[in-house]
């Protein structure tokens, strides 16, 4: 009898359970969302996040392909998502310990929701191989966060979750854009191929200037920080530990990936990326640490922390070969800062817990953010000044367009617009498509005597 | 008479039959109104289906009626018309099965549903139109048979909506009358053909074109709600929720939009089209509409009226798509044709909901509605995502088929116009979200009514729930046969291939 070769069968099989395994991490925790199931479980945070526990423990770097998922992506492991997963359980681990969720049929589990939403969304993002897939889950990610930031919130949390909000639209749109450049580039959106593919487009400056600017809002680099101290200062600590682990470093996670470090020298990306990593820095120390209450301390750290890696970036744009020297470091340094930031959270909620330091963020609901306090100063200058052709403007104005919208005069002059398009337009345009008519046929009229 | 030339006419007569019969049913015969409704729209349904398979696999179904000398009335099915047939049939299933349960305890439910099924008989009639003469009556059908369910209610809001809307559709009808009977004096043929018919005509003909095309635009841009012919449709919202369905998403709109596909890709052909100068000045009319459309939106706190004003944006989408004039943004352009409708249909059920159940119309009352009604609200999530174009759900494949198309085609300003839209879509509909799901729900509700074990009547909450899975599995599944897209690359290779 001849022997039998299991070798392929073992493959097969092998295949099926990474590819289930793989389809698992952020597959349970979007399974769990669902009120109906997460509600029947003790702990379903914990156990959502078993496969990605699994997963951390098989070494080999592992990937499937997902032609059937939107545009057709993948998902798998290597060295560098390793390191970011790793640091997701842990993190994820640790609120699901400390976060309260209602539990019992009746009551409301939003949050719970909220929680596996976000965390299928960071999860996928891990793990996608390409651009879309990433974006998809990013996507996820971003907004489900903002509803666990701000859900059973005050007024202080809902303000960072508002101000957040409109940042990452932005973002979403930069990145959007970047993904189209990509796409119109090359066929393959696959991280492998693409962000190289992207050296010899025609596009590469818009693209790299896109992701750039989105990931840089994502992340909340200086200038674009102004959540993080709002989001840190008002957030509960299980929530504020999630900061730095989930938006900001799936942030900085991206931008590694998307952009085409050490394949590219592009010196002037390269050099503004280090040019406001330096002053995030600068301003994070000078303003924030030195000025800032203790319960905002984490998030200027974490604008620290960003300006640093920003640097990094910007030096692995600059020259191709700084990256490829040193650029294994960067999830190293992402998770260091992330186990640093986590211990300085619990830290000062034990401190505030025990009264050793002020309770609370001290500003008020509607404390204004430096854009809204530069615009109202230079408003202020101007009727000094005399210059008056905006008056009673009010930089508040800039983030509150909604009002200004509801109640200035651009509505009433809309509807009054409108109106007369009903009443009129439609007979006056009548008329002059008509007379139009009228004239082009006698131009063929007299065409035809020529 | 063979299988091919019945199956056309069949499909039309499957609604058209049960809705004559349904006017003469009396108002307490429920059970029979219901049966014929559900016969009407399943027979459509199967009957769909056969045709869409066969179509996939080159089958021609063709049926000609003389109708006057030289001119048939011509009924057609090609993969463009299938595109709309489906997702009007598939549509009025769920429209009808929410509009049973709408109207449960109304007057006048069988002059309601028999206007409801003519609707739908002259939708899927002038999706398979074969020429201009065909889709034209179909057409003017439309605007008879709907005016009656806008003006259902009798309010005094509600005539004055009916009578402006037929103000507006009779004009359109006009122009669209005037352009048909002057083509067919220049050229003879009325006939739908691939890659157009009018390429071929003397240059001397070619300003009349010019004419003819503006106001072909103009009649079909009046249900299309292209501005300045739009006023008719925010206005249109005061009609009860299944029809704001029908108007937005199944029939009327959609029937503007698949009209001017019709007449860039069948009348006058995509290339002869952007060699005449038409295309350009078209594309900047949508790219208009579409951000005037959203900043409309933004004002509106009724829930209807800012939902109507995203239609006229988003049924742009579709103009702008055939006007840039690449396989690619056509590709995005139809696939939105279905992809709207199915994401706006989701809205208007879930607004529908909120008014039935919890008497809510306006937004600044939708604060903490998520938590009274969930599944509703969920499934107005998923659609408003949709249509702000988040993956992976139906509204990204559009947008992103749309922005690939436009620097395809070196039109990069259209990028510029979706991002723009996309931004105010985010920033009306977003807030929307954020009432509903984080602000706190008040003591009590304008009109609450309770339906026991779900938040609403079943009826109601399951059709909004069905088609907020559908945004999720058009986006998700997107390269599946038989998916929205790949049937717009399989009617774009016809116009593109060389």
Redesign the interface.
């Known amino acids: 009898m001849g022997k039998i070769n299991y070798e392929p069968r073992i493959h097969a099989v092998n295949d099926i359970l990474s590819a289930f395994l793989l389809i698992s991490v952020p597959g349970l925790p979007l399974l769990l969302a669902f ?1 109906a199931l997460h509600r029947r479980l003790p702990w379903p945070g914990l156990i959502a996040l078993l496969p990605a526990t699994i997963l951390l423990f098989i070494s080999a770097d592992i990937f499937i392909e997902l ?6 992506g993948g998902l798998g492991i290597d060295s560098v998502s390793r390191w970011w997963l790793a640091m997701a359980v842990v993190t994820w681990a640790a609120v699901a310990a400390f976060l309260h969720v209602p539990g019992g049929r009746g009551a ?1 589990n ?1 949050l719970a929701t909220l929680f596996l939403l976000t965390m299928a969304g960071q999860m996928g993002a891990i793990l996608a191989t390409d651009m ?1 897939s990433f ?2 889950f990013m ?1 996820l990610m971003g ?1 489900a966060f903002i ?1 666990l930031l ?2 059973d919130g005050d007024e202080r949390v ?1 303000r960072a ?2 101000v957040y ?1 409109v940042l990452l ?2 973002a ?2 930069a990145l ?2 970047a993904l ?2 990509a ?2 580039s090359t066929n393959d959106l696959g991280f492998a191929v693409a962000a190289g593919a992207m050296t010899l487009s025609p596009f590469s400056v818009l693209y790299l200037s896109m992701a750039i600017a989105g990931f840089a809002l994502k992340t909340g680099v200086w200038p674009l920080h102004v959540w993080l101290p709002l989001a840190y200062g008002s957030a509960r600590p299980p929530v504020a530990l999630l900061l730095w682990g989930v938006p900001v470093a799936t942030g900085l996670f991206g931008a590694v990936r998307w952009l085409p470090l050490g394949e590219i020298t592009a010196p002037i990306p390269g050099m503004l990326l280090q040019a406001v990593g330096a002053v995030g820095i600068l301003y994070a120390t000078l303003f924030g640490l030195m000025r800032a209450q203790w319960i905002q301390l984490p998030a200027y750290v974490a604008i620290i922390a960003t300006g640093m890696f920003a640097m990094g970036l910007g030096a692995g744009l600059r020259d191709p070969s700084v990256w490829n020297q040193y650029g294994d470091s960067a999830p190293v340094f992402v998770v260091l800062v992330g186990l640093g930031l986590a211990i300085m959270v619990v830290g000062l909620a034990w401190l505030e817990a025990s009264g050793r330091i002020p309770s609370g963020f001290r500003k008020t609901a509607g404390a204004a953010l430096w854009l809204e306090r530069w615009v109202a100063a230079v408003v202020r200058w101007g009727c000094w000044l005399g210059i008056s052709i905006l008056p009673g403007l009010r930089a508040l104005w800039l983030v509150k367009w ?1 009002r200004l ?2 109640t200035s005069v ?2 009433r002059a ?2 009054a617009g ?1 109106h007369f ?2 009443r009129w ?2 007979a006056i ?2 008329f002059l ?1 008509l007379g ?2 009228f004239v ?2 006698l ?2 009229d007299a ?1 035809s005597f020529l | 008479m063979s299988w091919d030339t019945a199956l056309p006419l069949l499909i039309v007569v499957s609604s058209l039959i049960p809705g004559l019969i349904i006017f003469f049913l009396a108002e307490k015969q429920v059970a029979a109104r219901i049966t014929l409704n559900m016969l009407g729209v399943l027979v459509k349904l199967a009957l769909a289906g056969v045709m869409l398979w066969g179509v996939f696999h080159g089958h021609h179904y063709e049926v000609r009626l003389p109708l006057l000398p030289g001119l048939d009335l011509v009924l057609r099915a090609d993969r463009l018309s299938m595109l709309f047939v489906t997702l009007s049939t598939g549509l009025w299933f769920v429209t009808t099965v929410y509009a049973i349960g709408y109207l449960e305890d109304s007057p006048h439910r069988s002059r309601f549903f028999g206007f409801f099924s003519l609707c739908v008989t002259a939708t899927v009639g002038l999706a398979l139109a074969g020429n201009l003469l065909t889709f034209l009556l179909f057409y003017e059908l439309l605007t008879l048979v709907t005016y009656p369910l806008i003006v259902h209610r009798g309010t005094e809001a509600a005539r004055l909506a009916g009578r402006n809307y037929l103000i507006y559709t009779v004009g359109g009808g006009a122009l669209l009358l005037l352009a048909t009977v002057w083509l067919y004096t220049l050229t003879g043929t009325l006939e739908f053909t691939a890659r157009g018919f009018l390429s071929g005509l003397d240059a001397v003909h070619h300003p009349a074109l010019v004419v003819i095309f503006v106001l072909l635009i103009a009649g079909l841009g009046v249900k299309a709600a292209l501005i300045p012919f739009h006023g008719w449709l925010p206005q249109a919202m005061v009609a009860p929720a299944p029809v704001s369905a029908l108007l937005h998403a199944v029939a009327v709109v959609k029937a503007g939009a698949f009209g001017i596909v019709r007449v860039i890709y069948d009348v006058y052909g995509v290339e002869f089209a952007a060699s005449l100068g038409v295309t350009l000045p078209l594309a900047i009319l949508a790219s208009v509409t579409i951000i005037y459309g959203s900043l409309r939106a933004l004002f509106q706190d009724d829930l209807k009226r800012r939902l109507a004003f995203s239609t006229i944006s988003q049924v742009s989408y579709i103009v702008l798509g055939v006007a840039v004039a690449g396989p690619m943004a056509t590709i995005g352009g139809l696939v939105h044709l279905v992809h709207q409708g199915v994401q706006k249909i989701t809205l208007f059920f879930c607004a529908g909901n909120l008014a039935e159940t919890l008497g809510i119309h306006k937004i600044s009352e939708m604060n903490g509605v998520g938590r009274r009604m969930p599944w509703t609200m969920a499934a107005f999530t998923v659609g408003a995502f949709g249509m702000i174009g988040a993956p992976p759900l139906a509204g990204f494949i559009s947008k992103w088929y749309l922005g690939l198309g436009a620097l395809d085609a070196d039109q990069s300003w259209v990028l510029i116009i979706l991002v723009g839209s996309s931004l105010l879509n985010a920033a009306y509909l977003l807030p929307i979200l954020y009432t509903a799901w984080f602000k706190a729900p008040p003591a009590s509700w304008p009109a609450e009514r309770f339906f026991g074990r779900y938040e609403t009547a079943w009826a109601l909450l399951a059709p909004p729930v069905v088609t907020a899975l559908l945004t999720l599995v058009l986006g998700l599944l997107a390269f599946a046969p038989f998916s929205p897209l790949e049937w717009a690359r399989l009617i774009t290779s016809r116009e593109f291939t060389p």
């Open positions: 009120p032609p059937w998922m939107l545009l057709g409301c939003r879309v974006f998809t996507t907004y509803g701000v859900a809902r979750g508002r909000l639209i932005f979403d749109i959007l854009e189209l450049v796409a119109a909604g919208w509801k651009w509505q809309f509807n409108e398009l009903q337009v439609f345009t009548l498509l139009m008519t082009v046929l131009l063929l065409m």
